[in-house]
């Protein structure tokens, strides 16, 4: 919360007021006239939503719009539901767009807002009256028309995943003013025959006009009363139905509730062998966990026999010997081989090596110092010889450098 006189930046402003706005506004309807729209060729929409008044930005991203029936323009009067959204970088709020209707149709719109406020202050929506679905299910009951394209989808997935259930159709009018009647009935009689473990209630899409029966009150409270788990499959997956929000489960659509109602073999196969797996591994840990006490156990004993507890020690004592023996004749070995090479290098290059390969070196008497040139020593002084076999007395009697630079 911004203190009164405290100074912060343009973000941090901006930031507050985004928390304050959209928390407030999360879902709401708006009425206005649509001007300056754009297309943008990324598929999301952009206009401005406007009355005599004033206006504002809107946004409906491509994963909504795409499902509009009717394509936007100005000058046209809509009806628009979303959430307020803060856009940072320019400091504007816009209204981010989930669904977008001409208003001539906006009396369903208010009348859906009305029951879905009703019905939830009841209770009808909250999660801990609804059903859980049966895994596997002996018999599925379908509620649909018996033309439509839902059926066909749900009873081609239901074959092909689950061959063992069995389905049984109780065709209804999904579209109309009789529409929500039937599809009551429907949902009682399968009540009182209670043959069946659960039931698929939908079509496929269509306006907001086709989808109105899922909408009704009594298709509602039918829905609710059922001892049956119900599944909502009502048109495309951007469509919300109060059906799907009384149910115990709301599927996408009718195909994906089939696969919802159907574990196919191979998933079931994949299941059992989870549970083999699972259980072999909780095998495993209880016979480890029986060892472990079967060795507590074992060491309790020994530790309540002082004897026993000595001669453990000993034994220990003993394997730390012949770890520390074994480990310095490891060094030793180690150390020796690294030395040879070096002995090896050191004997080539002492003087006693290079004695032997036929050199010599002269000392002058009686110093013993080592003559590096001919001019250490004087004409008819006399100095020793070293070879790699013994010493030789020797007098210089003349100087061969300079004998030879005379010639």
């Given at each position: 919360m911004i203190e009164q006189n405290q100074?912060?930046?343009?973000?941090?402003?901006?930031?507050?007021?985004?928390?304050?706005?959209?928390g407030k506004?999360?879902?709401?309807?708006?009425?206005?006239?649509?001007?300056?729209?754009?297309?943008?060729?990324?598929?999301?929409?952009?206009?401005?939503?406007?009355?005599?008044?004033?206006?504002?930005?809107?946004?409906?991203?491509?994963?909504?719009?795409?499902?509009?029936?009717?394509?936007?323009?100005?000058?046209?009067?809509?009806?628009?539901n979303g959430r307020l959204s803060v856009?940072?970088?320019?400091?504007?709020?816009?209204?981010?767009?989930?669904?977008?209707?001409?208003?001539?149709i906006g009396t369903l719109y208010l009348a859906f807002e009305a029951l879905k406020k009703q019905l939830a202050e009841e209770g009808l929506f909250d999660s801990d009256r609804k059903m859980e679905l049966p895994k596997y299910p002996n018999t599925v009951g379908v509620i649909t028309s018996q033309s439509g394209?839902?059926?066909?989808?749900?009873?081609?997935?239901?074959?092909?995943?689950?061959?063992?259930?069995?389905?049984?159709l109780r065709a209804t009018k999904v579209q109309g003013e009789?529409?929500?009647?039937?599809?009551?009935?429907?949902?009682?009689?399968?009540?009182e025959f209670r043959e069946v473990d659960i039931i698929i209630m939908g079509r496929g899409g269509g306006s907001l006009e086709d989808l109105w029966p899922f909408n009704e009150e009594i298709v509602a409270r039918a829905i609710s009363a059922s001892t049956i788990p119900i599944i909502?499959?009502?048109?495309?997956?951007?469509?919300?139905?109060?059906?799907?929000?009384?149910?115990?489960?709301?599927?996408?659509?009718?195909?994906?509730?089939?696969?919802?109602?159907?574990?196919?073999?191979?998933?079931?196969?994949?299941?059992?062998?989870?549970?083999?797996m699972k259980i072999?591994?909780?095998?495993?840990?209880?016979?480890?966990?029986?060892w472990q006490d079967a060795d507590e156990l074992i060491n309790r004993h020994f530790r309540q026999q002082p004897k026993k507890v000595i001669e453990l020690q000993y034994n220990e004592l003993g394997k730390l010997s012949n770890r520390f023996i074994n480990s310095i004749l490891q060094n030793q070995k180690y150390l020796g081989m690294m030395l040879n090479p070096l002995t090896e290098k050191l004997s080539a290059l002492s003087p006693k090596a290079i004695l032997?390969?036929?050199?010599?070196?002269?000392?002058?008497?009686?110093?013993?110092?080592?003559?590096?040139?001919?001019?250490?020593?004087?004409?008819?002084?006399?100095?020793?010889?070293?070879?790699?076999?013994g010493s030789i007395a020797a007098t210089k009697i003349k100087d061969l450098t300079k004998s030879k630079t005379k010639q």
């Open positions: 100074t912060i930046t343009v973000t941090e402003l901006t930031a507050e007021i985004k928390n304050i706005l959209e506004f999360e879902n709401v309807w708006v009425s206005g006239e649509i001007s300056n729209f754009k297309h943008h060729y990324s598929g999301h929409m952009y206009f401005t939503l406007k009355d005599d008044s004033a206006e504002i930005k809107v946004v409906m991203f491509k994963g909504f719009n795409q499902y509009l029936r009717f394509k936007p323009e100005d000058g046209m009067q809509v009806l628009a856009y940072e970088q320019r400091g504007q709020y816009q209204l981010i767009l989930k669904q977008l209707e001409p208003s001539g394209a839902a059926v066909q989808d749900i009873f081609q997935i239901l074959e092909r995943r689950a061959p063992f259930v069995d389905i049984i009789e529409a929500a009647h039937d599809i009551v009935e429907a949902i009682e009689e399968f009540n909502s499959a009502v048109g495309h997956e951007t469509d919300y139905s109060i059906s799907d929000m009384v149910a115990d489960h709301r599927a996408p659509t009718p195909s994906a509730a089939a696969e919802i109602v159907s574990p196919s073999m191979s998933d079931i196969k994949d299941m059992f062998d989870r549970l083999e072999k591994s909780n095998i495993k840990k209880l016979i480890e966990r029986k032997e390969r036929g050199y010599s070196v002269a000392f002058k008497l009686p110093e013993r110092e080592i003559i590096r040139a001919p001019g250490d020593i004087d004409k008819g002084q006399e100095f020793e010889l070293l070879t790699s076999k």
